[in-house]
């Protein structure tokens, strides 16, 4: 039995290595030119600007505004007894003008009473229907948010859904906030839904660093599935995002596209028009051509922290492909000094792995979000964002 315990992880390295370099895979730590990247300084000032760029045009497309210069926060509601006194509950309406008309994301924030303030915060990125996901009235409870274990845990609880930014259906991106920001006729860069949620995303933010409950230097976001790629975006375009959290997010999220398993590029499209820019529509059966692959997207994270969840019955997403990814973004984690994942074996399921800056779990069971899953991200938060002493 031993020696059995010693040869697999060694049959299951040369497995996933093996398959890695069959991928051949683009190096994110070759730039443009063909010159190599070997320090954290030209990673951040040459490469990484470089590879975001080239998320933009191929894959997520190109934000027309960044922080709108008339960004208004109005808490419409604050209650400092919710969740039984245990947390002080406040609706935030975050709104803004465009040439387009107004658009306006609601965000639901519970701070921990009775704990040393400002607090880490978790941003949830809902994708699912709001009332029955991130109810404030906490009437429905739903595991997707459990903001109850959250608070408990010492951090802030947030979420906003993104349909407030832009309903979640191909209608010719006539909507939300391409109607009241896009130029016509729309460039092939223009950005997807994917890339107008991670947008809302850091408009929330802008609104957390404000809070004085919440330390604004230490606010992970955290996305499911479509919510999952939202989240590695935001975290790839707004630095400011102190941890990232993709769950279960799958193709053109945490999952390599080359030698990927369940749904590929043009089933991505076929079904989600909407989702991500002109360009990548035309990589369909044509991964190999593409100059990135997802590991550069995980690698955009460095050096902070980030963790990626699987679930063993979700081969739609493909967790091998998800955990290859955070295999190959390693290099530039080491630029930082920083081992990325603690190993590049995969995990057994409900094993997490959490030794390193990228965290990785697979989880038994389907496709969702559930509370051993955020039970995984705030074990590794514990790690990064040093919550004070929990109730
Ligand atoms: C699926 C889609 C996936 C994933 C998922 C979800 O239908 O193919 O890429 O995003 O939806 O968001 O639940």
Redesign the pocket.
């Known amino acids: 039995l031993l020696l059995l315990r010693r040869i697999l992880p060694l049959i299951a390295t040369t497995v996933v290595t093996v398959h890695a370099a069959e991928l051949q895979l683009p190096d994110p730590l070759v730039t443009q030119n063909g010159e190599r990247v070997t320090s954290a300084a030209a990673w951040q000032t040459t490469r990484r600007p470089e590879v975001l760029e080239l998320f933009r045009k191929y894959v997520y497309g190109r934000a027309p505004v960044g922080k709108p210069a008339d960004l208004k926060f109005e808490t419409f509601d604050s209650a400092s007894d919710a969740m039984d006194g245990k947390a002080t509950r406040k609706q935030i309406k975050i709104s803004y003008h465009g040439p387009g008309g107004e658009g306006a994301i609601h965000l639901v924030l519970f701070i921990p009473n009775g704990i040393k303030q400002p607090v880490p915060c978790f941003l949830l990125i809902c994708?699912r229907p709001a009332a029955e996901n991130i109810d404030p009235t906490r009437a429905v409870k739903s595991p997707f948010w459990p903001a109850e274990q959250i608070v408990a845990r010492g951090y802030a609880a947030a979420a906003f859904f993104n349909g407030d930014v832009v309903h979640d259906k191909y209608d010719g991106f006539k909507s939300g906030v391409f109607a009241i920001y896009d130029q016509q006729p729309r460039p092939a860069d223009a950005w997807g839904a994917i890339a107008a949620w991670a947008w809302g995303a850091s408009r929330a933010l802008d609104y957390l660093v404000t809070d004085p409950g919440i330390d604004g230097q230490r606010v992970a976001v955290v996305g499911?599935?479509?919510?999952?790629?939202t989240a590695l975006w935001a975290g790839a375009e707004d630095e400011r995002f102190a941890m990232v959290v993709s769950n279960?997010?799958?193709?053109?999220?945490a999952a390599l596209a080359r030698g990927k398993q369940g749904?590929h590029i043009r089933?991505?499209n076929r079904?989600?028009p909407h989702w991500f820019n002109d360009t990548y529509k035309t990589f369909a059966d044509r991964e190999d051509e593409l100059p990135l692959d997802q590991h550069m997207l995980d690698a955009l994270i460095a050096p902070r922290p980030l963790c990626i969840g699987s679930a063993s019955e979700d081969t739609?997403?493909d967790p091998k492909s998800e955990f290859l990814a955070a295999v190959h973004a390693g290099p530039v984690f080491a630029l930082f000094g920083l081992k990325g994942l603690a190993d590049s074996v995969m995990p057994q399921p409900d094993m997490p792995m959490q030794g390193g800056q990228i965290g990785y779990h697979l989880r038994t069971g389907k496709?969702n979000l559930t509370e051993y899953d955020w039970g995984c991200y705030m074990d590794f938060a514990d790690k990064h964002l040093s919550p004070p002493a929990a109730h």
Do not use: L
Request: aromatic share 10%.
């Open positions: 994708n499911h599935s479509r919510g999952g790629k279960d997010s799958g193709c053109t999220g749904e089933d991505i079904g989600f739609w997403a496709h």
